[in-house]
C-alpha cells in the first residue's frame, strides 16, 4: 500500500512551521518547516551539529521549540514529554537504540509503557503477554524464534537494532522516527535499518530517516531535507537529484570542488 | 566519488524477514538464564560460609545461635534492601545509617522533653526521615551531582547535628526511660515482640525484614516502578528518551532508604528503650556491602534485594560464626572485606559478560 513518492495532495500527517530551538543564544534550529506525509521516508540530511538531533528531539517530544509549531493531523500540539508524543503515535528509533542492555528482551521492548493488571496497590506487570507481544514483534521486523525472557546483551547487533525497530512500530502506528547511529556500522546492520523503514513505509507510516549517508538515504527516500548550521538548506524530491548531486550537496559539495581546482591549478598536468 | 557499497538508484524491495541467527548453544543459554539472577552468587555464598563455619563451630545450627544470626542479619537486611533499590537505580546512600540514630533520636527527644506519647512521636521522626530522604533525592535529581557525595555531605551534617543536639537539648549522648510511656506497650508490640523458640529468641525485626524483602522483591520485577528502576540505574538517557519517570524514582527511592533507616531506628529504639548517639562511622558502609556481597554492581542496572537479604544473612553468619568459633572477633572485618573482594569480581565478570552492547 505504499503511495507514489511526491504524490503532493495528501495531507501531511506531522507537520514542523518554523520551529526554532535555541541552546542559549546559539540557534541549533531556526526556523525549520517540514512535513511528513503517510506511506512517504523523508530523508534529513545533514554534517554532525547540522542540527539533525536537534530536529529528531523535536519531533518525539523531548525537546519544546522556543518559536514554531508542530501540527499533527493539521492540529496543533505541544508535547510535554516523550511519553506524550509516543501516545499520540510518535515513535523514535533512537541514536543509541535506547536498550538497557541488562535488561530483558520484553523489559526492553515495553520499557515505559509496560502493560499491567489487577487493581492498584495489587497492579502489576503482565508478562505473559509482555513476552507474547515481543516475540511476535521480533518476529515481524525478522528475528523470529526470539526467547524474550532473555537479556538483551545477548542478543546479536543486528538483532538489538531489530529489538528497538521492533519497538517504535509497535508503538508508533502514524510516524517513525529513525535517527542513524553515527557510529561505523557494517552493511548487514545498515541492511537492516533500511529494511525496517522500508517496512514501516509500507505498512502506511510516515517515516523521518535521519542520516549523514546521501547514499542509504538515496536507497529509501521520497523526499530529502538538507540540513546546514539548523537551517532548511534544501528540500527535494526524488525526481531532482539523483545519489551525486545528493551526495555533492550533502557533503560539503562546494569545498571539495574549490578544492579540486585549485589542486589542479597546482598541478595542472593531473 | 564515494561509492564503496553497491549503489542504484531503485528503491530497495519490499521488506522481507532474514534468515534467523544460528540458535545459541544450551550451554550459553544457561548461562545467561542463571546470570539474569543476581541473588545466585549470595546462595552459593549462604551456603558455603555456612557449611564452613558449622564445621568450626557445630555449636552455630542451634536455634540460639539462628537466633542471633536472624538478630544481626534483620536490620542490616532492612538497610541492605533499600540500598539494592538504590544501587540498581544508580544511586548511593551514606546517611542510612545516621539516619536511624538521628531518627530514633528524634524519637526519644519528643517523648522525653516535649512530652509527646510514642506513637505521635514516632509519627513526627518518620516525617524528618522521609524529609532528610527526600532533600537528599532532590538535590541529586536537581543538581546531577554523583548520590555518593550528597549522602556523605547529609551524613555528615546529621551526624554532628545529633551529637551536638543530643548533648545540648538531654545533656548527655544517651537518652533513655522511654519504656512506660503513653502508648509504649502497643508500640513494643509492633517493633519488640520476641518469641521463644528452643533457647533462641527471635525478634519481631526478623518479620519486618521478610516483609521487606518480600515486597521489594516483587516491585522490582512485577511492577512498572521496578523496570523504572532498572531502567534508571541501566540506561538512564534511554529510560528518560522512553518517558521512564526517572527523577521521580529516584527520589522515591531515596524516601525508602530514609524509611528503611527510620525503622532500622526505631526498632533498636524500641528493643532498648532509649537510644545511644554514637559517633561510629562503618555502619553505612555495611549496607552497602551487603548489598554488593549480595550481586548488585556498583554502576546500577544489576541486582536483586533477595540478593542483599543473603548479603546480610552472609555477614550475621561470619560474624556469629567467628564469635562461636572463638576466634579473635577482629577477624571479623578482614573476613568481610575478602567477601567483598571476591563478590566485587564475581560481579565484574557477571558486567563484562552481561554489558557488552555496542553503541551502533
Same mark, same amino acid.
Given at each position: 500500500?505504499?503511495?507514489?513518492?511526491?504524490?503532493?495532495?495528501?495531507?501531511?500527517?506531522?507537520?514542523?512551521?518554523?520551529?526554532?530551538?535555541?541552546?542559549?543564544?546559539?540557534?541549533?534550529?531556526?526556523?525549520?518547516?517540514?512535513?511528513?506525509?503517510?506511506?512517504?521516508?523523508?530523508?534529513?540530511?545533514?554534517?554532525?551539529?547540522?542540527?539533525?538531533?536537534?530536529?529528531?528531539?523535536?519531533?518525539?517530544?523531548?525537546?519544546?521549540?522556543?518559536?514554531?509549531?508542530?501540527?499533527?493531523? *493539521?492540529?496543533?500540539?505541544?508535547?510535554?514529554?516523550?511519553?506524550?508524543?509516543?501516545?499520540?503515535?510518535?515513535?523514535?528509533?533512537?541514536?543509541?537504540?535506547?536498550?538497557?542492555?541488562?535488561?530483558?528482551?520484553?523489559?526492553?521492548?515495553?520499557?515505559?509503557?509496560?502493560?499491567? %493488571?489487577?487493581?492498584?496497590?495489587?497492579?502489576?506487570?503482565?508478562?505473559?503477554?509482555?513476552?507474547?507481544?515481543?516475540?511476535?514483534?521480533?518476529?515481524?521486523?525478522?528475528?523470529?524464534?526470539?526467547?524474550?525472557?532473555?537479556?538483551?546483551?545477548?542478543?546479536?547487533? *543486528?538483532?538489538?537494532?531489530?529489538?528497538?525497530?521492533?519497538?517504535?512500530?509497535?508503538?508508533?502506528?502514524?510516524?517513525?522516527?529513525?535517527?542513524?547511529?553515527?557510529?561505523?556500522?557494517?552493511?548487514?546492520?545498515?541492511?537492516?535499518?533500511?529494511?525496517?523503514?522500508?517496512?514501516?513505509?509500507?505498512?502506511?507510516?510516515?517515516?523521518?530517516?535521519?542520516?549523514?549517508?546521501?547514499?542509504?538515504?538515496?536507497?529509501?527516500?521520497?523526499?530529502?531535507?538538507?540540513?546546514? *548550521?539548523?537551517?532548511?538548506?534544501?528540500?527535494?524530491?526524488?525526481?531532482?537529484?539523483?545519489?551525486?548531486?545528493?551526495?555533492?550537496?550533502? @557533503?560539503?559539495?562546494?569545498?571539495?570542488?574549490?578544492?579540486?581546482?585549485?589542486?589542479?591549478?597546482?598541478?595542472?598536468?593531473? | 566519488?564515494?561509492? @564503496?557499497?553497491?549503489?542504484?538508484?531503485?528503491?530497495?524491495?519490499?521488506?522481507?524477514?532474514?534468515?534467523?541467527?544460528?540458535?545459541?548453544?544450551?550451554? %550459553?543459554?544457561?548461562?545467561? %538464564?542463571?546470570?539474569? %539472577?543476581?541473588?545466585?552468587?549470595?546462595?552459593?555464598?549462604?551456603?558455603?560460609?555456612?557449611?564452613?563455619?558449622?564445621?568450626?563451630?557445630?555449636?552455630?545450627?542451634?536455634?540460639?545461635?539462628?537466633?542471633?544470626?536472624?538478630?544481626?542479619?534483620?536490620?542490616?537486611?532492612?538497610?541492605?534492601?533499600?540500598?539494592?533499590?538504590?544501587?540498581?537505580?544508580?544511586?548511593?546512600?551514606?546517611?542510612?545509617?545516621?539516619?536511624?540514630?538521628?531518627?530514633?533520636?528524634?524519637?526519644?527527644?519528643?517523648?522525653?522533653? @516535649?512530652?509527646?506519647?510514642?506513637?505521635?512521636?514516632?509519627?513526627?521522626?518518620?516525617?524528618?526521615?522521609?524529609?532528610?530522604?527526600?532533600?537528599?533525592?532532590?538535590?541529586?535529581?536537581?543538581?546531577?551531582?554523583?548520590?555518593?557525595?550528597?549522602?556523605?555531605?547529609?551524613?555528615?551534617?546529621?551526624?554532628?547535628?545529633?551529637?551536638?543536639?543530643?548533648?545540648?537539648?538531654?545533656?548527655?549522648?544517651?537518652?533513655?526511660?522511654?519504656?512506660?510511656?503513653?502508648?509504649?506497650?502497643?508500640?513494643?508490640?509492633?517493633?519488640?515482640?520476641?518469641?521463644?523458640?528452643?533457647?533462641?529468641?527471635?525478634?519481631?525485626?526478623?518479620?519486618?525484614?521478610?516483609?521487606?524483602?518480600?515486597?521489594?522483591?516483587?516491585?522490582?520485577?512485577?511492577?512498572?516502578?521496578?523496570?523504572?528502576?532498572?531502567?534508571?540505574?541501566?540506561?538512564?538517557?534511554?529510560?528518560?528518551?522512553?518517558?521512564?519517570?526517572?527523577?521521580?524514582?529516584?527520589?522515591?527511592?531515596?524516601?525508602?532508604?530514609?524509611?528503611?533507616?527510620?525503622?532500622?531506628?526505631?526498632?533498636?529504639?524500641?528493643?532498648?528503650?532509649?537510644?545511644?548517639?554514637?559517633?561510629?562511622?562503618?555502619?553505612?558502609?555495611?549496607?552497602?556491602?551487603?548489598?554488593?556481597?549480595?550481586?548488585?554492581?556498583?554502576?546500577?542496572?544489576?541486582?536483586?534485594?533477595?540478593?542483599?537479604?543473603?548479603?546480610?544473612?552472609?555477614?550475621?553468619?561470619?560474624?556469629?560464626?567467628?564469635?562461636?568459633?572463638?576466634?579473635?572477633?577482629?577477624?571479623?572485618?578482614?573476613?568481610?572485606?575478602?567477601?567483598?573482594?571476591?563478590?566485587?569480581?564475581?560481579?565484574?565478570?557477571?558486567?563484562?559478560?552481561?554489558?557488552?552492547?555496542?553503541?551502533?
Amino acid at each position: 500500500m505504499s503511495t507514489v513518492a511526491g504524490n503532493g495532495e495528501a495531507a501531511p500527517v506531522l507537520e514542523l512551521r518554523g520551529v526554532t530551538v535555541r541552546f542559549g543564544s546559539v540557534p541549533a534550529l531556526s526556523r525549520v518547516s517540514l512535513s511528513l506525509r503517510a506511506g512517504e521516508v523523508t530523508a534529513v540530511l545533514g554534517e554532525n551539529g547540522s542540527g539533525k538531533s536537534t530536529l529528531v528531539a523535536v519531533v518525539s517530544g523531548v525537546q519544546r521549540p522556543a518559536e514554531g509549531e508542530l501540527l499533527l493531523d *493539521g492540529q496543533p500540539v505541544r508535547f510535554r514529554s516523550p511519553q506524550q508524543a509516543r501516545a499520540r503515535g510518535i515513535a523514535t528509533v533512537w541514536q543509541d537504540l535506547a536498550i538497557a542492555p541488562l535488561m530483558s528482551v520484553w523489559r526492553n521492548f515495553f520499557l515505559g509503557a509496560e502493560p499491567t %493488571r489487577g487493581l492498584w496497590p495489587f497492579r502489576r506487570l503482565d508478562v505473559g503477554r509482555a513476552e507474547e507481544i515481543a516475540t511476535r514483534a521480533m518476529a515481524r521486523v525478522g528475528v523470529p524464534g526470539l526467547d524474550p525472557s532473555q537479556p538483551a546483551s545477548a542478543l546479536q547487533a *543486528g538483532e538489538r537494532q531489530s529489538l528497538a525497530v521492533a519497538r517504535a512500530l509497535h508503538f508508533g502506528a502514524r510516524v517513525l522516527v529513525v535517527d542513524e547511529p553515527t557510529a561505523p556500522m557494517t552493511v548487514t546492520q545498515r541492511a537492516l535499518v533500511l529494511q525496517s523503514v522500508v517496512a514501516a513505509r509500507d505498512s502506511g507510516l510516515a517515516v523521518l530517516f535521519v542520516t549523514h549517508s546521501p547514499q542509504y538515504a538515496h536507497l529509501v527516500g521520497d523526499r530529502f531535507v538538507l540540513l546546514g *548550521g539548523g537551517r532548511v538548506a534544501g528540500d527535494l524530491t526524488r525526481e531532482d537529484v539523483d545519489v551525486d548531486d545528493l551526495t555533492r550537496l550533502v @557533503a560539503g559539495g562546494d569545498e571539495l570542488s574549490r578544492l579540486t581546482d585549485s589542486l589542479r591549478v597546482a598541478h595542472p598536468d593531473r | 566519488m564515494p561509492g @564503496a557499497l553497491p549503489m542504484s538508484t531503485d528503491r530497495l524491495p519490499a521488506f522481507r524477514p532474514v534468515t534467523p541467527a544460528a540458535p545459541r548453544s544450551p550451554g %550459553r543459554r544457561l548461562l545467561d %538464564r542463571l546470570l539474569a %539472577r543476581p541473588s545466585v552468587g549470595a546462595l552459593l555464598g549462604v551456603v558455603s560460609v555456612g557449611f564452613f563455619f558449622a564445621l568450626q563451630a557445630p555449636g552455630l545450627l542451634s536455634s540460639g545461635s539462628l537466633a542471633t544470626i536472624l538478630d544481626i542479619a534483620a536490620p542490616l537486611g532492612i538497610g541492605g534492601v533499600a540500598v539494592a533499590l538504590l544501587l540498581v537505580a544508580g544511586q548511593f546512600d551514606l546517611s542510612i545509617g545516621v539516619v536511624a540514630v538521628t531518627s530514633s533520636l528524634v524519637t526519644a527527644l519528643l517523648v522525653t522533653q @516535649a512530652g509527646l506519647g510514642i506513637w505521635p512521636a514516632l509519627l513526627v521522626s518518620l516525617g524528618a526521615a522521609l524529609l532528610i530522604g527526600a532533600v537528599n533525592g532532590l538535590l541529586v535529581v536537581t543538581t546531577g551531582l554523583p548520590s555518593f557525595l550528597v549522602t556523605l555531605a547529609t551524613f555528615l551534617v546529621l551526624q554532628g547535628a545529633s551529637l551536638a543536639g543530643a548533648a545540648a537539648l538531654a545533656g548527655t549522648s544517651r537518652v533513655t526511660g522511654l519504656a512506660g510511656t503513653a502508648g509504649w506497650s502497643s508500640a513494643e508490640a509492633v517493633f519488640g515482640a520476641t518469641a521463644q523458640l528452643g533457647d533462641g529468641r527471635f525478634r519481631i525485626s526478623l518479620l519486618w525484614w521478610l516483609v521487606a524483602t518480600a515486597l521489594t522483591t516483587w516491585q522490582l520485577w512485577r511492577t512498572r516502578f521496578g523496570n523504572a528502576v532498572f531502567a534508571s540505574g541501566g540506561a538512564p538517557r534511554a529510560a528518560r528518551e522512553l518517558g521512564v519517570p526517572v527523577a521521580r524514582t529516584t527520589v522515591l527511592l531515596f524516601l525508602g532508604t530514609a524509611a528503611a533507616g527510620w525503622l532500622i531506628g526505631t526498632l533498636g529504639l524500641v528493643r532498648l528503650g532509649g537510644v545511644q548517639v554514637d559517633p561510629v562511622l562503618g555502619s553505612e558502609i555495611e549496607f552497602i556491602v551487603v548489598a554488593v556481597i549480595g550481586g548488585c554492581l556498583l554502576t546500577g542496572g544489576y541486582g536483586s534485594t533477595v540478593g542483599a537479604s543473603l548479603g546480610a544473612l552472609i555477614y550475621a553468619i561470619a560474624r556469629e560464626g567467628i564469635s562461636r568459633a572463638g576466634w579473635d572477633p577482629r577477624w571479623f572485618q578482614a573476613f568481610l572485606g575478602l567477601l567483598l573482594m571476591v563478590a566485587l569480581l564475581a560481579n565484574g565478570v557477571v558486567r563484562r559478560r552481561l554489558r557488552t552492547v555496542p553503541r551502533s
